[in-house]
């Protein structure tokens, strides 16, 4: 018997066992990153049905009979496996996210055995003449266990817990798989539902992956340091690099596949901050990118890499006959026209498009489905663009610390070239049917005997020419400030006041603490607060990033908003807020340079004295400003 080195017992009345056991060991099996983070991932290989005898070849021929004996251990002689090959063998290889190792791999192979609810790691170990011979000291084994089948668990067996391996990497330290695996196991076992989506990575090959990524990393790593824009230079600067080594690997292996000796040429269509364009460049593939407006960075790039500053509008004027790929990296309201514009652009044209933000093609993406994440049916409305336009569609979700990491990929048609007239009636016909502006008619596209694209009208005989993207609103060269701090005064403090009245005619609330003899008033949720207001006010504020809540957190003077609920600020309770006690001290260039709402509002006045109050009580109380006006950042990304 293998020594049971711990156990854990699943929550009562658990429903989704045995079965969920089987889906969380392939969790840590095919997955083993997302619990050991020093793993890029693993590839399984060589699946087949095996015996003992089966066993003891190759470099598991020195099993020992204890190892044997372990294999048939739990079952007595009257319940032995009925099937000639009772296991399921695999042998998994380990990705790791640096390589320590050198050439050598780390490899194991793993027995399940479904009759027994069990699953045996036999790791392997290669010496310096490449001789694969079996490592004794870290064979371990997962049991699921159960008394008629309830008061389920889950036991760990190690053969040897004293001579127990640990590199930190293939192999943590043996109290981490009683102390971090287990538990994870139980939860995957307990929740046992399947994604919404693909498996990471599932169309490239990890290894090759892992290995671009750490070298692309240590090139660009530098591009932290002088980062020029607003936004978080590591989130950007990675996401991109891990972008870019997707896109690097896809190609490479659509090179090998197709015979190419040529690297691919790419257009990106809104490429933002355009680091994605300059490593790509930089990297040997021809490109450039397009946005419609120009970043601070780009300046940083040199000549090598080619950016153009400029509205994208789909028409005619904005295909790429010359270009393999094109690529949409959070190209938001682009994003259902890319695979459209690829379509159109050649018969050889392909696409590579990350949706984020959610967009049909003439405005905001509506949701027509409750029963989907809004997430997931955004995705799906991408994919039937993407297949009405013609593409063999493929999905799959990138390694990026994002939440929004499925992206699409257009490799090639779901027709032949003799048939794009009637292809691109569909596609016309599917625009057009989602098209919403009146009175006005999609172009159409045909594919001459070149591959390229010709254009000519659907209706040319009883409608003027117009543009297929007629209606489409390209964003605006300058970013609009959508915090509330745009919107017309009066506004705000119309907003304010009745919020304010509101909560001032309410019984006080105990969550405020004691009001003395000064009213603070109740509290309201959020939700209700919106429901004290005209619609028109609400469809204002919903075009603000934020809306309602930023504009009350906005006016923190008056209010202050915790858990979702309103409160009347009292400024003598300077802890009511743990914001509070993180606030800066107020710079003395500051102090009185606003009025005191409620020396003004409040039915008693401000409950403090005027030179306790940093804000100014009456005109004579008024003070200029003496701080450095902030410089408003309109560059995004």
Not at 44 to 68: F, I, M
Not at 162 to 181: I, M
Not at 236 to 256: G, M
Not at 569 to 582: G, H, I, M, Y
Request: charged share 25%; with cysteine.
């Amino acid at each position: 018997m293998m020594p049971k080195v711990s156990d854990i017992k699943f929550p009562g009345g658990c429903k989704t066992l045995p079965e969920g056991f089987w889906s969380a060991v392939d969790v840590w099996i095919q997955k083993p990153h997302v619990v050991n983070k020093r793993l890029c991932g693993a590839k399984e290989t060589e699946r087949k049905e095996v015996n003992a005898e089966d066993l003891l070849h190759g470099p598991l021929a020195e099993l020992s009979q204890d190892v044997l004996s372990l294999l048939s251990s739990r079952l007595s002689p009257a319940q032995t496996h009925q099937q000639d090959k009772p296991w399921c063998s695999t042998v998994r290889t380990f990705i790791p996210k640096v390589n320590s190792y050198g050439t050598s791999l780390h490899k194991e192979v793993v027995l399940r055995d479904f009759a027994r609810q069990q699953v045996t790691f036999l790791p392997l170990e290669e010496d310096a003449e490449g001789q694969v011979s079996l490592k004794k000291s870290n064979i371990y084994q997962i049991q699921l266990c159960s008394q008629d089948c309830e008061d389920w668990s889950l036991e760990l067996h190690v053969l040897t817990p004293g001579a127990w391996f640990s590199d930190g990497v293939a192999y943590p330290k043996l109290p981490w798989l009683s102390s971090d695996l287990l538990p994870k196991l139980v939860r995957w076992a307990t929740e046992c539902k399947s994604s919404e989506f693909k498996s990471t990575l599932s169309l490239l090959p990890v290894e090759k992956y892992s290995l671009v990524y750490q070298q692309l990393k240590e090139k660009y790593k530098a591009m932290v340091k002088v980062w020029p824009e607003v936004t978080d230079p590591e989130k950007f600067v990675y996401e991109d690099v891990a972008i870019a080594t997707y896109l690097l690997v896809l190609w490479a292996e659509e090179r090998a596949e197709k015979g190419l000796t040529g690297r691919q040429s790419f257009v990106d269509l809104g490429c933002g901050n355009g680091l994605l364009v300059h490593i790509l460049t930089n990297e040997g593939h021809p490109g450039k990118g397009i946005d419609v407006r120009r970043r601070k960075i780009w300046d940083t790039y040199g000549p090598q890499t080619v950016l153009e500053e400029k509205a994208i509008t789909p028409s005619e004027s904005f295909l790429f006959p010359g270009a393999d790929w094109l690529i949409g990296n959070h190209s938001d309201e682009l994003t259902p026209w890319i695979p459209v514009i690829a379509a159109r652009s050649s018969y050889s044209c392909r696409y590579f498009v990350l949706p984020c933000c959610f967009f049909d093609f003439y405005g905001k993406y509506q949701r027509r489905q409750c029963k989907k994440s809004q997430y997931k049916e955004y995705i799906d409305f991408i994919t039937e663009v993407s297949q009405v336009s013609g593409f063999n569609t493929e999905e799959d979700c990138l390694r990026i610390p994002s939440t929004k990491r499925v992206c699409l990929v257009g490799k090639s048609r779901s027709y032949q070239l003799r048939d794009e007239a009637e292809a691109e009636r569909r596609r016309a016909h599917y625009v057009q049917r989602r098209q919403t502006t009146p009175g006005v008619t999609i172009q159409w596209s045909v594919i001459g005997n070149d591959g390229h694209c010709c254009h000519g009208n659907a209706d040319s005989d009883r409608t003027p020419r117009s543009s297929w993207g007629a209606g489409f609103q390209p964003r605006d060269r300058v970013e609009m400030v959508r915090n509330c701090a745009a919107l017309p005064r009066d506004f705000v403090d119309g907003v304010v006041l009745q919020v304010a009245n509101a909560l001032l005619g309410m019984t006080v609330d105990d969550g405020g603490g004691s009001s003395a003899d000064w009213n603070r008033g109740g509290s309201l949720s959020v939700s209700e607060v919106a429901g004290l207001l005209e619609q028109e006010t609400l469809q204002l504020l919903k075009k603000e990033c934020g809306g309602l809540q930023t504009l009350l957190k906005n006016n923190h003077q008056v209010f202050r908003v915790e858990g979702g609920r309103v409160y009347i600020r009292d400024w003598r309770d300077r802890k009511s807020s743990r914001a509070d006690t993180k606030r800066k001290p107020v710079a003395p260039g500051a102090l009185k340079t606003r009025p005191c709402w409620f020396h003004t509002h409040h039915p008693q006045g401000c409950p403090l004295q005027a030179e306790h109050c940093a804000f100014a009580h009456g005109p004579d109380d008024l003070r200029p400003s003496t701080r450095p006006l902030k410089k408003i950042k309109n560059d995004a990304s």
